[in-house]
């Protein structure tokens, strides 16, 4: 089960175990004062209590600030604490993503929660363990190597009638124990030295658990961070600039004498909102407040054609080479010959279908936040940045949002909620409408990508030239977020990475080349063109590049393109098994791609991509129709192999394939943000569409289980491969290249009328 | 403000409010039912979705007052987790969900479905569905779940 939002002093009344939390008063605390707990009023991580606790009825309840964005990770952490632990799955409850409670472990982000987070839960785990034998050893006067557990009872091997639980070895005591820790975030180590299980006997790890928050979501019984309701609460709404930021010149407040239940207009720097006892009431007074604004300080691109140009001629702040082998020019300039071509990537949103939500209680020099964020300590800081509290004083409780990939972990609203709360003194819940979600999201950075290779008379590939032109993230890490920047809050960085794996980094050539230039993308103000890490950031592009120039070089050189990838994966043993996989399982046409003399408006395609993202290997194999008559690419079929090393829940990596295949074809297909000099276009679902039902392809999933592996992501890299997949399946069905995503009717139209030449050149 | 008489989940229930105020507010802030989500306000994703005598409805875009002596149905109306409707129990059989924000649209679309159609094509599944926007891409999975739950009817 999840917890229920209920502190830990009430945890421990209930249960009757004896932990310690932090912020009690008397002699613990006055002990643990004396030790390296953190600064910031959380949990020290070198103390077993502050990972999990024992209660008297054996329950186990974990400490983690990782959390659940709807993908089911922490069904998946459970699972490895109950098999370190060896207790039923049932007994363990995780408390997640509160700052008071938990050690900072780093935001849920990146795929790398059960490759991070889960070696961090399963050392505590046996540390506990280690410890519960150690007491248990001399409760039941045998040595620890004659102990055996077995649903939380320890056991004596040879005298089993001899036994007790962990609730009974613990009852009445807390750990009080110290563990290894060193280091901090997601490279936090944590008891190394305790031995863990050996994998051959996991029972519970590798099973096919159900998720613990289901339920509840079926039912209206769960509280996702938009149902949290507290005494006293009133409603919140954003008001924002309608294009880039500006200053609100004036603000006219009898614009809404007509709404009752106004509490009050907030309006701090160009930052304004309304709070209001009702959230009809907030609506209708952040639609109809008059806000006169400024004019805006900066330009956007008014065009797709000027921000590609722009993405082109602009000048790299930070050149990050992902390899750099040989010496790629040589080759190409001794190739017998060379390709070059230029892809294109748009602005895509995050989409969120529940818009941002918080609420925020500022009392004083004090505040609360319960809020959807995928960094509950990133939110912590950024809302004692913008209020100018210290850490400590801010106290974030996790809720889980809507689905996020990665727009969470730079949670926009618990700023704007805290704004309002302290403007009013109460409690303010602050809903984007949305308008304001698609509009300010801020967006997956668009890309620029040009590919150079050389072949020599063999045919093989001897030089390799990627380059990944991308804007960063202006909403990263250490950045001011949209509320903090309006009242003042300057960026002081340019901005993290978009990333630099996909480019042809999977396959080994003898002279490689691959970089990722960052484009300067931090303007004066506030843009909604602003950008943060969408799902497998940069890489759905980089990998759309890379895997579409090796089929133009295939095609080119009348190899099949599975084979043509299988010359350069060389000893990279896990790749090539996982691209034969995907071929067996799609029954894939061993052939030169091309199409074949198609009678009749339609076509029929396939085409392949691999990915590598975070050690994990993905192979996508997409069957598509095109129908010439219209240009619509229908997805038929998208068969995917996937090895991310040991599997923790079969089932739960299945359900993660299909939700990233399945947005993958989405953004392949139909995403892109519209824009103007002013701002952006598309601010409803009907001007921004994702796939629907009947769009969804079937999804065919080879999982490839490799015990003897440290667990890896599974939350992200299976999207990567889908657009150079079905843009090859589009090749192969009709022949013609689209270098531009998305792969819009209109787009395929155009192509099929200019044959030979390709959409993007 | 004026008082509204209203039957949700077969209990009639009184509420002092704007009678404008979208369905979807009175439900979630005056009567306490999380099952209808705010998606967009505009009738486009689903997530608000009721059964208002036995139609879906978009309870973000339809004034309270128009609810009136109508049968409304929430989430919170079909079943519990200690006591769930068969169409809430075959969705978790069949894990058909990621986060989950979207379901309550997906679900109540389905029991109109099945109400009307008890053994629905797969086609006819996708099309009831057209209209709900799941980005998690839970698709399969509903589906599958929507066909189980009309086979075991069956």
């Given amino acids: 089960m999840l917890a229920k939002p209920i502190s830990r002093r009430e945890y421990l009344q209930s249960t009757g175990a004896l932990i310690v939390s932090f912020s009690f008063s008397g002699p613990v605390s006055r002990l643990l004062a004396q030790t390296a707990a953190p600064s910031n009023g959380g949990p020290d991580a070198s103390y077993l209590d502050s990972w999990l606790a024992v209660a008297r009825d054996g329950r186990v309840t974990v400490f983690t600030s990782k959390v659940d964005l709807g993908t089911g990770v922490v069904t998946a952490l459970a699972q490895i604490v109950a098999e370190e632990l060896d207790v039923p799955f049932k007994q363990i409850t995780m408390d997640c993503g509160d700052t008071a409670k938990t050690v900072d472990q780093f935001s849920t982000v990146g795929s790398r929660t059960i490759e991070r987070g889960g070696p961090q839960l399963r050392q505590a785990s046996a540390a506990a363990r280690l410890q519960l034998l150690t007491l248990a050893s001399a409760r039941l006067d045998a040595p620890v190597e004659k102990l055996t557990v077995s649903d939380g009872v ?28 060193t280091g901090t975030g997601w490279d936090l180590k944590v008891a190394p030295e305790v031995r863990a299980k050996d994998p051959k006997q996991y029972r519970i790890v590798g099973t096919s658990v159900r998720r613990m928050d289901l339920p509840p979501k079926f039912t209206g019984e769960f509280t996702y961070v938009q149902d949290v309701r507290m005494p006293g609460m009133l409603h919140g709404r954003v008001v924002r600039p309608p294009v880039v930021n500006s200053k609100p010149s004036s603000v006219d407040e009898n614009s809404i004498k007509h709404v009752s239940d106004v509490v009050k207009v907030v309006q701090e720097g160009s930052f304004v909102g309304v709070v209001a006892e009702t959230q009809w009431a907030a609506i209708q007074a952040a639609r109809d407040l008059k806000v006169a604004w400024s004019t805006p300080t900066t330009k956007l691109p008014a065009s797709p054609d000027e921000l590609y140009a722009y993405l082109k001629n602009t000048k790299s702040f930070r050149d990050q080479v992902a390899t750099d082998k040989g010496n790629p020019e040589s080759a190409m300039s001794q190739a017998s010959k060379t390709f070059d071509a230029t892809y294109r990537w748009p602005f895509q949103l995050h989409g969120m279908i529940g818009p941002s939500c918080a609420v925020a209680d500022v009392r004083g020099d004090k505040a609360t936040i319960w809020a959807g964020t995928q960094g509950p300590f990133r939110t912590r800081q950024s809302v004692a940045d913008l209020l100018g509290l210290p850490e400590k004083n801010v106290h974030v409780i996790y809720c889980e949002g809507s689905g996020c990939y990665g727009r969470l972990s730079t949670d926009d609203a618990p700023e704007d909620a805290a704004l309002m709360s302290r403007a009013v003194g109460k409690p303010v819940r602050v809903q984007w409408m949305r308008e304001d979600e698609h509009g300010w999201e801020p967006k997956g950075p668009a890309q620029l990508m040009t590919v150079r290779a050389g072949v020599d008379a063999e045919g093989k590939i001897t030089g390799w030239d990627f380059m990944d032109r991308s804007f960063p993230w202006t909403e990263s890490q250490g950045m001011p977020l949209l509320a903090s920047r309006q009242i003042g809050l300057k960026p002081k960085a340019q901005g993290n990475s978009n990333g630099t794996g996909g480019g042809g980094d999977i396959y080994d050539f003898e002279n490689q080349k691959i970089l990722a230039a960052g484009i300067p993308w931090v303007h004066e103000d506030p843009t909604p063109l602003r950008t943060s890490n969408l799902r497998a950031p940069g890489e759905l592009a980089r990998c759309f590049a890379s895997e579409s120039f090796m089929d133009e070089i295939a095609a080119d050189l009348g190899v099949d393109p599975v084979q043509l990838r299988l010359r350069y994966l060389n000893s990279n043993k896990r790749a090539t098994e996982a691209l034969l996989a995907a071929a067996k399982k799609a029954a894939w046409q061993d052939r030169v791609s091309g199409p074949r003399g198609s009678t009749g408006s339609k076509a029929l395609g396939r085409g392949v991509a691999m990915g590598n993202r975070g050690n994990t290997i993905t192979v996508t194999v997409a069957e598509v129709e095109v129908d010439k008559s219209n240009g619509k690419v229908s ?10 090393g040991l599997i923790v829940n079969p089932d739960g990596l299945r359900n993660q394939i299909e939700g990233n295949v399945i947005q993958g074809v989405s953004r392949t297909l139909m995403e892109q943000v519209h824009f103007d000099s002013a701002g952006v276009k598309n601010l409803d679902w009907v001007s921004y569409p994702i796939i629907t039902f009947q769009d969804i392809p079937d999804v065919e999933i080879v999982l490839i289980n490799r015990p003897e592996m440290p667990a890896l992501g599974g939350g992200e890299p299976s999207i990567v491969g889908a657009p150079a997949a079905i843009a090859n399946a589009v090749f192969d069905a009709v022949g013609v290249r689209l270098r531009e995503i998305p792969l819009t009717p209109e787009r395929v139209l155009t192509a099929l009328k200019t044959p030979h030449a390709s959409s993007r050149t | 403000m004026a008082q509204i008489s209203l039957t949700v989940n077969g209990k009639s229930r009184v509420v002092d409010t704007d009678p404008n105020t979208p369905l979807l507010y009175v439900l979630r802030d005056d009567l306490g039912l999380n099952g209808p989500k705010f998606g967009c306000g505009l009738s486009q994703c689903g997530a608000c979705t009721v ?104």
């Fill in chain 1, 635 to 644: 997805v038929k079929r998208i068969t995917l192999a996937h090895d991310c």
């Fill in chain 2, 51 to 154: 059964i208002l005598d036995g139609n879906t409805a978009r309870s973000c875009s339809i004034p309270v007052t128009a609810a009136r002596n109508r049968k409304i149905t929430t989430l919170e109306g079909l079943g519990s987790v200690a006591n769930p409707h068969r169409l809430q129990r075959v969705f978790i059989e069949e894990q058909a969900a990621q986060c989950g924000y979207c379901m309550n649209g997906i679900v109540m679309t389905a029991k109109v479905l099945l109400d009307r159609n008890p053994n629905p094509t797969e086609l006819q599944i996708k099309q009831a569905l057209q209209n709900n926007l799941c980005r998690c891409g839970s698709h399969l999975r509903v589906i599958r779940a929507i066909q189980r739950a009309a086979s075991e009817k069956a």
């Fill in chain 1, 154 to 181: 320890v056991s004596v091997a040879d005298s089993p009638e001899k036994k007790i639980s962990y609730g009974e070895l613990v009852g009445g005591k807390r750990f009080d124990t110290r563990i290894a820790a």
